[in-house]
């Protein structure tokens, strides 16, 4: 809502300015930050200041966002496979760092900006978060239970949380993501960055993209149920109803092995 406030407020001072409406003024993605906002700190007293400050604002920004997003995928690949990464956990870290480095040359090179807008479409936003956000609430509140989630979380927060995220977490936040992600996929059109027009091996790449993603979550499903052994009925059961005291034995056996391990590197 605050940053709704900070953009709107830009934006219809831009159309003003130009005498436009807001429709032709108002941008998204790279538009908006390294156009719209740039433009109205030049008509700002003291521009140079707010100028620095803003693109100093979106450097720290985009570095916050990686330590986020790496420390996420780092802790979920070693703690897989604790027993291998663990002891070179830098050297992994390092790794992956220079590959994700290599892939965002693309990015800075004279024809960046196309590459930008086509992982921005495809993988960063749009149906394919939606994909993943609908299953993963689907995953909390009705696999693991919404009840056994709630009590969790009043366990470790000390104090009793208002219905109405129960509410949500069963009810409302799947339905949301499943009708937008419905609406996404009907309003579809390939993507076009200004007067340029992606080829079919270009759509191809992002739909690539947001795929590699997607398929990840049917992709395992299949895989566990193949696995699983017993009749339809027992697979099922036993997919959406995992065993809670035995995911736990497990997580407990794998803390006391992280655990000896550092001890006898120490």
């Avoid at 900070?6 to 130009?18: D, H, P, Y």
């Avoid at 290599?102 to 590459?115: H, R, T």
């Avoid at 191809?204 to 499903?221: H, K, N, R, T």
């Amino acid at each position: 809502m605050f940053a709704g406030f900070v953009v709107f407020s830009i934006i219809g001072f831009m159309a003003k300015a130009q005498n436009k409406p807001v429709e032709d003024v108002a941008t998204s993605g790279s538009g908006l930050v390294f156009l719209a906002y740039p433009s109205a700190t030049l008509k700002l007293p003291f521009s140079p200041l707010w100028s620095m400050l803003f693109f100093m604002m979106i450097v720290m920004l985009g570095l916050d966002s990686q330590f986020c997003t790496m420390e996420g995928f780092f802790t979920a690949i070693i703690d897989e496979w604790a027993h291998i990464l663990r002891p070179h956990k830098e050297l992994f870290i390092m790794f992956v760092c220079l590959i994700s480095y290599s892939i965002g040359i693309i990015f800075v090179v004279k024809g960046g900006m196309y590459w930008f807008q086509l992982f921005d479409y495809y993988a960063a936003s749009g149906f394919a978060l939606l994909f993943l956000i609908f299953f993963e609430v689907i995953a909390i509140s009705w696999s693991y239970g919404v009840n056994r989630y709630y009590g969790n979380l009043n366990q470790m927060l000390k104090f009793p949380i208002p219905i109405w995220w129960k509410l949500c977490w069963f009810i409302f936040t799947p339905s949301v993501c499943f009708l937008v992600f419905c609406f996404s996929l009907y309003q579809y059109k390939p993507l076009k960055y200004m007067n340029y027009e992606y080829p079919w091996w270009g759509q191809a790449i992002g739909w690539f993209l947001a795929l590699s993603s997607m398929v990840c979550i049917p992709g395992y499903a299949i895989y566990l149920y193949i696995v699983t052994p017993g009749t339809f009925s027992e697979r099922m059961k036993a997919l959406f109803r995992p065993d809670i005291p035995e995911i736990e034995d497990e997580i407990r056996r794998r803390s006391q092995n992280d655990i000896d391990t550092s001890v006898t590197q120490v």
